[in-house]
């Protein structure tokens, strides 16, 4: 989003303002950007992570409150996405941090609406649960990171019994272990199918499955003449 | 003298297996029971063998291409999915829908609501053990909307007539004119198939008091949709969380109380009636225009950024968890469906009831293999 990123630059290149801007008073024109060149020099250091802050007060602070009271010692980190609240939590407090996200009254977080695998490549595996309030109406995504040679998770399954059989799909096609899972078998997959992990993306489609064009090639496929 | 531990017959749990052809599963679905007599103490749900790969499939093809594996998942209420879909693209690329193709998404959304629900009626009446009647009046309904459907899309069922941005082409001139046609029809096909059930004796007593869940147990369960509605939690993405313009339009939400059968079924009844009133008003309010935006990039080309988006779907909310690392196609897309979360708590729902009522039970969650499995 190139617009928020110039925003916290403008921010921080005008130096006299605050460093915790509410996103009303953020909303510098943008030619305060034009007229002070050095901030792009600023700006390349800070391009790593621009991430934008989620809104004031809303469910990442109540999040944020529950931990520290519940937990402390245990980091959130915390960043406004495209369309939700996403905050990062360590892989090995997972467990922890959804049993208060689950039954602080402030959060409510009752229903899990989604649990997913995404494959990052060289940055490991990354867990990603969509929690939401049937009761607050808010909802929040909650992310962990886990290492692809040591790919292992706390299950959820005893704090939402929806997350057994998302956490058995993971599994299938990630080869992510979630620990003390009550019944982690094969799903989707054929029950003798676990050490090949579809999802992967050390796994690609065959040259035929990514095919799109109108007609075969006339030398055919993977060096196979046949059509 | 007898020994007291001779009197008692020594039994043995039995496991039969369901499936996967078998005609009360809906599809290649195959479920193990463990019976004791004639009761369930197990089930072990085996799901899978519908399994295409869509996900992994998406990652290479364009996102215009990947319309079609929407249409391939929950099969009888694809414009719900397509939708899910087309908003989460619509959030990445920051696309604004025209108001007229937001009008005719709703009215074909909530059209092929009734549609999904008039398949669950039907079929539902088998699963309870009185064949034919239900199915034909569910049918017959069905069919007068799948003509306008075929009509809009050129297809019967993998529409793949939505777009991100708005729709693929704008409907035919006497479009309005045929849905007002239908209406009254539908409306009376879904009176029938309440005369016919909602006081059967057959429903009752197959249906009261069965397969029941708590509210509390079915949010924990993840479930949503008519399910959860008929345990009495008040959810429905369209008023809770409104997308669309699902806030313009005037309409209540069944609930149920008990979470049974028999409360599911008039849930069911009830939103497709709820449907009809939802598609009347979009048609008075259907709007002349453009049905794509003016700047349309010819490549769609997302930023590094994730988007979840939601709708109501006829069996519950579908969500679509994309992933896009820049470039034309996804990098991640998780389809979050309905019957694969409503299917999960199946154990839970059948243990402790008869045999029979298993049949029943599955037939109530309203699954489609091809959404569970995608």
């Known amino acids: ?227 | 003298m007898v020994q007291e531990h001779e009197l008692e017959p020594e039994t043995v749990d039995i496991g039969v297996n369901m499936g996967p052809q078998h005609p009360s599963t809906h599809g290649v679905f195959r479920m193990v029971l463990t019976i004791d007599g004639e009761r369930v103490v197990d089930v072990e749900p085996h799901i899978g063998y519908m399994h295409r790969g869509a996900e992994k499939l998406s990652e290479s093809m364009d996102y215009r291409a990947a319309i079609g594996f929407q249409d391939r998942t929950d099969y009888l209420a694809q414009f719900m999915n397509e939708q899910a879909y087309c908003m989460a693209v619509e959030e990445l690329l920051e696309l604004e829908v025209p108001e007229r193709s937001e009008y005719i998404r709703v009215i074909l959304c909530e059209l092929n609501r009734v549609t999904s629900h008039l398949m669950f009626l039907g079929a539902f009446g088998i699963d309870l053990g009185y064949f034919g009647t239900s199915f034909t009046y569910g049918f017959r309904e069905r069919e007068r909307i799948q003509d306008i459907f075929e009509e809009v899309t050129g297809d019967r069922l993998m529409y793949a007539y939505f777009r991100p941005g708005g729709l693929a082409w704008d409907v035919p001139d006497n479009f309005v004119q045929m849905v007002r046609d239908v209406l009254p029809h539908t409306r009376q096909g879904l009176k029938d198939l309440d005369l016919l059930m909602t006081q059967n004796e057959i429903v009752a007593v197959r249906t009261k008091g069965i397969g029941a869940m708590s509210a509390e147990e079915s949010i924990n369960w993840g479930l949503s949709g008519p399910l959860l509605r008929a345990a009495g939690v008040d959810w429905d993405l369209r008023k809770d969380k409104p997308y669309s313009i699902y806030d313009r339009f005037d309409y209540d939400i069944p609930l149920g109380s008990h979470g049974d059968l028999f409360d599911r079924f008039l849930v069911r009844l009830e939103e497709a009636r709820q449907s009809l009133c939802i598609v009347e008003q979009a048609l008075d309010q259907l709007p002349d225009g453009p049905i794509m935006p003016e700047k349309m990039p010819r490549r769609l080309r997302g930023p590094e950024a994730e988007v979840y988006t939601a709708v109501e779907g006829a069996r519950g909310e579908y969500g679509v968890y994309l992933v896009s690392k820049g470039g034309d196609k996804p990098y991640r897309l998780k389809m979050r469906s309905p019957s694969f979360c409503n299917l999960s708590a199946l154990r839970d729902m059948t243990v402790g009831s008869y045999v029979a009522d298993a049949v029943a039970i599955l037939g109530s969650i309203d699954i489609v293999l091809g959404c569970v499995d995608r």
């Open chain 1, 1 to 227: 989003m190139p617009d928020e990123d110039s925003e916290k630059d403008a921010g921080a290149s005008a130096g006299d303002q605050k460093e915790e801007e509410t996103p009303a008073a953020a909303e510098q024109p943008e030619d305060s950007k034009v007229e002070q060149p050095p901030a792009a020099e600023q700006k390349a250091e800070e391009e790593e992570d621009a991430r934008p802050r989620p809104p004031a007060g809303g469910i990442a602070d109540l999040l944020a409150a529950a931990v520290a009271e519940a937990l402390p010692g245990v980091k959130l980190e915390a960043y406004q996405g495209m369309t939700d609240v996403i905050v990062e939590v360590e892989r090995d407090d997972i467990l922890k941090v959804m049993s208060v996200a689950k039954d602080d009254p402030r959060l409510a977080l009752n229903f899990l609406r989604c649990l997913s695998g995404v494959d990052q490549e060289e940055d490991g595996f990354e867990v990603i649960y969509h929690l939401m309030s049937l009761e607050k109406k808010h909802d929040v995504v909650i992310k962990t990171n886990v290492a692809r040679d040591d790919a292992h998770v706390a299950s959820v399954a005893s704090v939402w019994k929806a997350a057994n059989w998302h956490e058995r799909e993971a599994r299938d096609m990630f080869g992510i272990t979630f620990d003390d899972h009550p019944h982690l078998v094969p799903l989707l997959l054929p029950e003798d199918m676990t050490d090949h992990f579809p999802l992967r993306k050390d796994n690609p489609l065959a040259e035929i499955e990514e095919w799109q064009g109108d007609e075969l090639p006339e030398e055919g496929f993977g060096g196979s003449k046949t059509r």
